[in-house]
């Protein structure tokens, strides 16, 4: 899997947002400043996550990983975000059980079969305890994006500023 979708000025720490759909107004709008997602985005992400929720119960820490497709995409992505306080967020699969998530990692594809490799590599990832921690601990963005780089599955330089 490729670095080239990390960049650290999409990564958030300790973001203030009291539910998922004030989170997805904030991310949308740094994202569209920054000309990665099309005006349809903000609409298109929340509808596909009310229709397909994202979050996943996984420890030692719940993490949501919403998407949406590509044609609101203008640039490939991670957009990581560590909130200050946990939000409630249905589960992937089962949007009768809610989940306190306070990692997400938003992703932004340009082709529809990019999604299924990457997520599977994060899911492998975000299980393991100590790596997590780390993530719960990082002061910094730049920390932050190395934990991601460090990830089992990264395999090219990342790109540091977003143009």
Known sequence: MKTNMIYEELIQLDMEAKDSEEFFQKMAEELKSKGFVEDSFLEAIKKREKDFPTALPIEPYSVAIPH????????????????????????????????????????????????????????????????????????????????????????????????
């Open 68 to 163: 949406t497709d590509p044609m609101h995409i203008k640039r490939p992505f991670i957009a990581a975000a560590r909130l200050k306080a946990p939000v409630k967020w249905n589960e992937m699969g089962n949007d009768e059980v809610e989940h306190d998530v306070r990692f997400i990692f938003m992703l932004g594809f340009n082709r529809s079969n990019e999604h299924i490799q990457l997520l599977q590599m994060l899911i492998e990832n975000f299980q393991k305890t100590e790596l997590m921690n780390k993530f719960l601990t990082a002061e910094t963005e730049k920390e932050y994006m190395n934990l991601i780089l460090s990830m089992e599955g990264f395999d090219t330089e990342p790109k540091s500023q977003a143009n």
